[in-house]
């Protein structure tokens, strides 16, 4: 694939810079309980923001391209 900011501005354009769990899920198009566990093990890297987390998209793009 291309530089990470290539694929920033091609891949998921539709989701804003921040995504929730319920979005990763949609994004990677996996369960809900994988889209937590890839979350808590940090394997995507993300911020836990009062009870939720907030999963930059630029790590959810950086995990499919093996970028991270």
């Not at 891949?11 to 809900?32: K, S």
């Not at 889209?35 to 836990?48: E, G, M």
């Not at 009870?51 to 995990?63: D, L």
Request: proline share 4%; charged share 25%; no cysteine.
């Amino acid at each position: 694939m291309g530089t990470m900011k290539e694929n920033y501005e091609l891949m998921f354009t539709e989701y804003p810079d921040l995504v929730d769990v319920v979005q990763l899920r949609e994004m990677l198009a996996i369960g809900i309980s994988l889209a937590y566990r890839l979350v808590r093990d940090k394997t995507i890297p993300s911020l836990k923001v009062g009870r939720e987390y907030k999963i930059p998209k630029r790590n959810v793009i950086a995990y499919l391209t093996n970028q991270n």
